[in-house]
């Protein structure tokens, strides 16, 4: 490509993961948001336990998307950003995976330490990581919530610089995650 465009595009594995992990991590988030204000009940117990499958699920992609990522190393950004957008670029995909790292086993550790052990699709059970502990449950709980807000306005910049690319500086790196924009060029 020509005027400081970037060089290619994600592969196409590397663009289905991504979107399988993002819209994981919205239903998981506004699920999470939605159920902590409920009551308790049958209903919100069966929720916790979806909560519960959607956040193992989407760490096991995340793992899977981290892998990939080692053995494909993303297209790089156009030659005409800043260095400083460059750096910040980098700094944020690796708070990003950061998070969907931590957020997952903070819940898992929480979950072991409140004694409510996760069965992956009531099929699956994981072992408990720590004793039941109140406090330590409770101490968890802010850390995954504190994490999860984290992650939120994280993903709220991320979604803004990809915008602020496409719209305002025109170039392609919106288009190289998105598969319905310049599609043609997409590798596998």
Known sequence: ????????????????????????????FSLGLYMHELPLSPTKLKLYSY??????????FVL????????????????AMPAWQRTVAHALHHLLYL???????????????KGFQTVWFGLVPLPDL?????????????????????????VISHVAAAVKHHVFDRDDVLARMLPFLDNNKVTR
């Open 51 to 60: 909560h519960k499958w959607a956040g193992v699920t989407i760490f096991l």
């Open 1 to 28: 490509m020509t005027n400081g465009l970037s060089q290619g595009r994600y592969t196409a594995t590397a663009v289905t993961l991504h979107w399988l992990v993002a819209l994981g991590i919205f239903g998981a």
């Open 64 to 79: 899977i998307r981290l892998a990939w990522r080692a053995t494909h190393p993303p297209p790089p950004l156009p030659a």
């Open 130 to 154: 720590l004793d039941k502990n109140k406090e330590l449950g409770d101490t968890l709980a802010l850390v995954h919530k504190t994490l999860n807000l984290t992650m939120a306005a994280l």
């Open 99 to 113: 998070l969907m790292v931590a957020i997952p086993i903070t819940g898992w550790l929480m979950s072991s330490a």
